[in-house]
């Protein structure tokens, strides 16, 4: 029986398009070499280094020489091109009467800045409200798919991964903790709807 839901953040929760930033970052006059700085990503979304750090590493993968943070940690944020979805936090309500809601994403101090701003002070406290508890990777230092985040939520908070569901976009992220024991819904953006989950998490009940 499901008693826990791990929910990812971007994409699932809330709308995502990451063609937006690199489009956003083209126009700013970005090189190839760009995209090939997954590990800068991957550090920053660790906490491994500072925004102001990140945005300086940034720079030298522009044909311009000089071009503003400011301009650069728009373009970050262009993939969260919407406000927190309204309909969203009165959902999380309804699922919070009968499990334990958590958050787990892999994010950054630029991307969760702007949400803040974007939903405002209200909005944005009464959305995390509504989990028992909330992991940024940059804030504890480990990103998924790595096993070891999924661990962590599960010992913290005493949850046995066959009474756990977790929803995320992302196919590695869901492999990890299915192989860990927890069951999972590989979330498709342009086809799924996160509020269809009553009606998943029934197939799982029955």
Request: net charge positive.
């Given at each position: 029986m499901i008693k826990n839901i791990i929910f990812d953040f971007g994409a699932v929760l809330i709308p995502l398009d990451e063609h937006k930033t690199w489009e956003s970052f083209r126009k700013l006059g970005a090189l190839d070499s760009l995209k090939d700085q997954k590990k800068l990503f991957h550090k920053y979304e660790t906490g491994g280094i500072e925004t102001?750090?990140?945005?300086?590493?940034?720079?030298p993968h522009f044909f311009r020489k000089k071009?503003?943070?400011g301009d650069l940690a728009k373009a970050w944020n262009a993939m969260l091109y919407t406000a927190l979805p309204g309909e969203i936090i009165d959902s999380?309500?309804?699922w919070k009467r009968d499990y334990r809601l958590f958050l787990l994403s892999n994010?950054?101090?630029l991307h969760i800045s702007e949400i803040k701003s974007v939903a405002g002070p209200y909005d944005y406290g009464m959305f995390v409200q509504q989990f028992e508890k909330v992991y940024y990777s940059y804030e504890i230092g480990k990103r998924k798919p790595s096993p070891d985040i999924f661990k962590m939520v599960l010992e913290d908070n005493d949850l046995e991964a066959e009474e756990t569901f977790y929803v995320d976009d992302g196919k590695k992220n869901t492999s990890t903790a299915k192989k860990l024991g927890i069951h999972t819904w590989h979330f498709d953006p342009l086809e799924d709807s996160i509020h269809d989950l009553d009606k998943v998490l029934s197939a799982h009940h029955s």
């Open positions: 102001a750090d990140f945005l300086k590493k940034l720079q071009i503003f943070p999380l309500k309804k994010t950054n101090d």
